[in-house]
């Protein structure tokens, strides 16, 4: 079983960046299909990125061209770098695996916020 911990989320300015991490304990993280999700105050939880074994990489239309997702395998650990954020990303965001099953993180604030 996956564990995930996410880590990096804080206050950054409209335009800024921010990187979050999220580190994977437990066996098998490779074959997992790791997602980024974010939740806002009063709205429902959606897809941000995902990122397949193999490296296959899927945006929301929200952030395309501005987030990236990845993952290093070796240190069972997947990224998602967000560029030029604008106030409307400020959310909880949560790290997934999936695989059969969803496993989730216990998630990172992030506030855009001048």
């Known amino acids: 079983q996956v564990r995930l911990v996410e880590s990096g989320g804080g206050l950054v300015q409209p335009g800024g960046s921010l990187r979050l991490s999220c580190a994977a304990s437990?066996?098998?993280?490779?074959?997992?299909?790791m997602g980024w999700y974010r939740q806002a105050p009063g709205k429902q939880r959606e897809l941000v990125a995902t990122?397949?074994?193999?490296?296959?990489?899927n945006y929301a239309d929200s952030v395309k061209g501005r987030f990236t997702i990845s993952r290093d395998n070796a240190k069972i650990t997947v990224y998602l770098q967000m560029n030029s954020v604008k106030p409307e990303d400020t959310a909880v965001y949560y790290c997934?695996?999936?695989?059969?099953?969803?496993?989730w993180g216990q998630g990172t604030q992030v506030t855009v916020s001048s």
């Open positions: 997934n695996a999936h695989f059969l099953s969803d496993i």
């Open positions: 437990g066996s098998l993280f490779s074959i997992y299909t």
């Open positions: 990122i397949t074994s193999d490296g296959n990489a």
